[in-house]
T-cell receptor
Framework: DTEVTQTPKHLVMGMTNKKSLKCEQH?????MYWYKQKAKKPPELMFV???????INESVPSRFSPECPNSSLLNLHLHALQPEDSALYLC????????????FGPGTRLTVL | AQSVSQHNHHVILSEAASLELGCNYS??????LFWYVQYPGQHLQLLLK??????LVKGIKGFEAEFIKSKFSFNLRKPSVQWSDTAEYFC?????????????FGAGTRLAVHP
């Protein structure tokens, strides 16, 4: 299995809802990432997990809460989001070590009403 | 601060035309460089990468890129584009921060190829 999968593909939620995005990889990669991509913009890094520990938080608001239950799974819990949080949320993984290539999932397109 | 600059934000070409997309970075250390492509409605795919060795790297779908260290550049080229190359192209530089890999993306270049 050489891919990163993300569910759901699309998500519509209200500002008072609680939802979660899921990312999974079975390539044995030890680093996993969450990115946010607005339309016609490049991906922006949100979080980095390395060996299941949060390594980098790029000053992301607390309404986004990442979780790494195990080395294959990465979740992003959403609560009290704003309409401006609507975006494509991308997950990526990286083998670690000398390899710096990141493998991206297809993303979850989130709409906050 | 490290940055990645893509000079062409929007490029329009006819099929069979040659393509060159510019990418410059501002980082003096060892760099790993990437070009990603995002087709309409699809996810990011790696076109090619440079880690070390031959500065001319070949990627998928006939793309290549040349790393010129003295110019801090990593331009993407394709001799003859096809309509199916219509997509957004992102240059990216890997940066090691606190022992962790971070990708810094350029703003992207939107390529439209007309039949």
């Amino acid at each position: 299995d050489t891919e990163v999968t993300q569910t759901p593909k699309h998500l519509v939620m209200g500002m008072t809802n609680k939802k979660s995005l899921k990312c999974e990889q079975h390539m044995g990669h030890r680093a996993m990432y969450w990115y946010k991509q607005k339309a016609k913009k490049p991906p922006e890094l949100m979080f980095v997990y390395s060996y299941e520990k949060l390594s980098i938080n790029e000053s992301v608001p607390s309404r986004f809460s990442p979780e790494c239950p195990n080395s294959s799974l990465l979740n992003l819990h959403l609560h009290a989001l704003q309409p401006e949080d609507s975006a494509l949320y991308l997950c990526a993984s990286n083998p670690g070590g000398l390899s710096n290539e990141q493998f991206f999932g297809p993303g979850t397109r989130l709409t906050v009403l | 601060a490290q940055s990645v600059s893509q000079h062409n934000h929007h490029v329009i070409l006819s099929e069979a035309a040659s393509l060159e997309l510019g990418c410059n970075y501002s980082y003096g250390g060892t760099v790993n460089l990437f070009w990603y492509v995002q087709y309409p409605g699809q996810h990011l795919q790696l076109l090619l990468k440079y880690f070390s060795g031959d500065p001319l790297v070949k990627g998928i779908k006939g793309f290549e890129a040349e790393f010129i260290k003295s110019k801090f550049s990593f331009n993407l080229r394709k001799p003859s584009v096809q309509w199916s190359d219509t997509a957004e192209y992102f240059c990216a530089v890997n940066r090691v921060s606190g022992g962790y890999n971070k990708l810094i993306f350029g703003a992207g270049t939107r390529l439209a190829v007309h039949p």
